[in-house]
């Protein structure tokens, strides 16, 4: 897995990504709702930075399964 490659400039004939984001985000609020009874608010406990701490490293986890799944486990 070479993070380092240069990508090609955009060609920009795709999907709006924005649209696809805000509907994520309302379910993702939804989710929250069905599961804690509430959206996520301030001053509920958690510390916050730990919480998207541990979620950063998820993510980072799951795009290195991705990426290594693409190129069929060549690193």
Not at 17 to 25: A, G, H, S, T
Not at 30 to 55: C, F, H, Q, W
């Amino acid at each position: 897995m070479n993070a380092w490659v240069d990508e090609p400039e955009p060609i920009g004939n795709g999907d709006a990504v924005y649209f696809k984001v805000i509907n994520d985000i309302s379910a993702r609020a939804s989710v929250g709702i069905d599961r804690y009874g509430t959206m996520l608010k301030t001053n509920n406990g958690r510390d916050a930075l730990m919480d998207a701490y541990a979620e950063a490293i998820d993510l980072v986890m799951y795009i290195a399964q991705a990426i290594m799944e693409r190129d069929n486990g060549n690193v």
